[in-house]
Structure formats: C-alpha cells, structure tokens
C-alpha cells in the first residue's frame, strides 16, 4: 500500500488538461503553473508552441513527448525531476493527457520513481459529449478509439455488445461512417449520439438511431466526434444481428469492391452468422 499526498516536498508530475476548442476554458490555474515550470513537455512542440504563444506564455523548454518514444522521453523527464530538481509539467494538445492520448507511460514511470503526479482539471470531450446527449449518464464504458481495421473492430464490438452500461467511442471523420454501421450491424439498431467540434462555434450534436445515422452524408462531419450508444436492454434487443445489420455490411463489402462470395464469406466469418442466411440476404440485394 502507498498513500501519496501530493502537495508536500515530494518531487511532482503536474498533468495539464487544455482547451478541445474553445481557448476560454483555459484554466488560469493551468496557465500559472505552466509559467513556473523549468520543463513543458507535451505531445506536438508546435500546437503547444502555438497555443502558449496566444496566452503570451514562454516556457523555459519545450519538450515533445512522442507517442512512439513515449517511453524513452519519459525517463528523460523522470530525470530531469529527480536528479536536476526541474519543475516539470506535461500538456496534452487536447483535452486530458493519457486518455486516448499520450500520457499514460510517463504518469506510469513517474509514480514507479516516487514522483507524484496531479492534474489540472480541464476540459474532456467525453464528459462533455455523455452529459449532453440525454443517454443514461448513471454508469458507462469509455472505449475510446476503435481499432482502424474494420475486421478487428467488429470484433471489439462483439465483445461489449452485451454490456448494459452506455457506450462512448472516440472517431475520426473519414471512419464515421463505417463505424456507425459496424456498431448497427453488431450492436443491433440502438439509440445513438454523435457530437462533434464540442465547444468551437460548429459544435453539434445529432440524435438518432443507428439505422438512421447510418445514412448520414459523411462530407457534412468534420472534426473528431464523440460516439454515443445506448446501453443493452434485455427484452429489448436480441443478441443477434438483425437482417438490416447483415445487409449493411454486404453493401459495404460490395462497395469495397469484394465479390459476392467473398462478401458473403466475410460477413458470415466476421459476425459470425450461418452463410444460408447471408447468401439469401446477399441475394435479396440484387
């Protein structure tokens, strides 16, 4: 067992959230403790760069805590912290560090190290996406990022469509789409939220069915969204996919330029459904 207070002599990783849009929700807590640090690292010395600039902030050193040498760069920090005694504070370009965001490693060595670690709060784009969308707040899963492969994300979904907590998804524009009809597909033609540019002057958010946002024109969805799903209900939905999920991804398949055969050999594979009824549903789409 450790118990760690934080504001005491101990060395001390400060975690600074920043703005997802609006530059107003910059805490001046955090612009402060920014100011005193010796060392700002962050995930892109260019947005940080950029977005200090604004506030007329200019840090002592800027350092890029790069997701694929996360590992690396955290020790240097690590020492920096132990053996300089250099104040030092990590920013992430948007919203909360380590959620779906670099993060996680540095807090990891930072506490393995006897270094203490606080956040500034700021603001987080599920937060704010899951209060507003009307879904039952009372308990949900936060999955983050889907896997970029359309077969291994079926395959996640599978995994939590029983779930009756609500579901939130972090997802990229050019993926919106497709995703939307995994989650129809494989989650059944659940009541669903999109909200996009959350705090900026675009900000939206759009109710709807699976089936319905599904239809959604793609050009029309820029900035990375927040995916909302209503929980499983028993009684509600059957477990398996229903005839309209299985269409959709033979035409998604089919617009993939795929066969019919290997179409219909995909989906019965993927959503794991007998390959009589994909064939005939396959058929029924000529």
């Known amino acids: ?5 934080n504001f005491n002599s101990q060395p001390l990783l400060y975690l600074i959230s920043t703005p997802i849009g609006n530059l107003e929700e910059f805490s001046p807590r955090a612009k402060r403790i920014i100011s005193e640090a010796d060392v700002v690292a962050c995930e892109d010395t260019r947005v940080s760069r950029k977005l200090l600039s604004i506030f007329g902030i200019k840090p002592q050193q800027l350092i890029s805590l790069e997701k694929h040498k996360e590992l690396t760069k955290s020790n240097q920090l690590v020492d920096l912290i132990l053996k300089e005694k250099k104040k030092v504070v990590y920013m992430s370009d948007a919203g909360y560090p380590a959620i779906s965001d670099p993060g996680q490693i540095l807090v990891k060595q930072c506490l393995d190290n006897g270094i203490n670690v606080s956040v500034v709060s700021g603001p987080c784009a599920l937060i704010n996406a899951l209060s507003c969308s009307g879904l039952d707040s009372s308990h949900f899963l936060f999955y ?8 291994a994300r079926i395959k996640q979904l599978q ?3 029983t779930l009756p907590y609500t579901l939130i998804f972090y997802e990229a524009p050019h993926r919106i789409v497709q995703t939307i009809n995994n989650i129809n597909s494989v989650l059944g033609n659940r009541e669903m939220v999109i909200a996009r540019e959350l705090t900026k002057i675009n900000e939206e958010f759009i109710f709807g069915t699976a089936q319905e946002l599904a239809t959604i024109d793609e050009t029309t969805l820029k900035g990375e969204m927040v995916i909302i799903v209503d929980g499983f209900k028993q009684g509600r939905e059957k477990i398996q996919i229903d ?3 299985i269409a959709s991804q033979l035409k998604e ?7 019919k055969k290997d179409a219909v050999e995909f989906v019965s594979k993927t959503l794991n459904i007998n390959k009589k009824i994909v064939y005939k549903l396959m058929n029924n789409l000529d």
Do not use: D, V, Y
């Open 243 to 245: 005839e309209e999920g």
């Open 144 to 151: 983050g990022f889907l896997n970029a492969k359309e077969s």
């Open 1 to 5: 067992m450790r118990r760690n207070k």
């Open 253 to 259: 398949c089919l617009k993939k330029k795929m066969s």
């Open 159 to 161: 995994e939590i469509k």
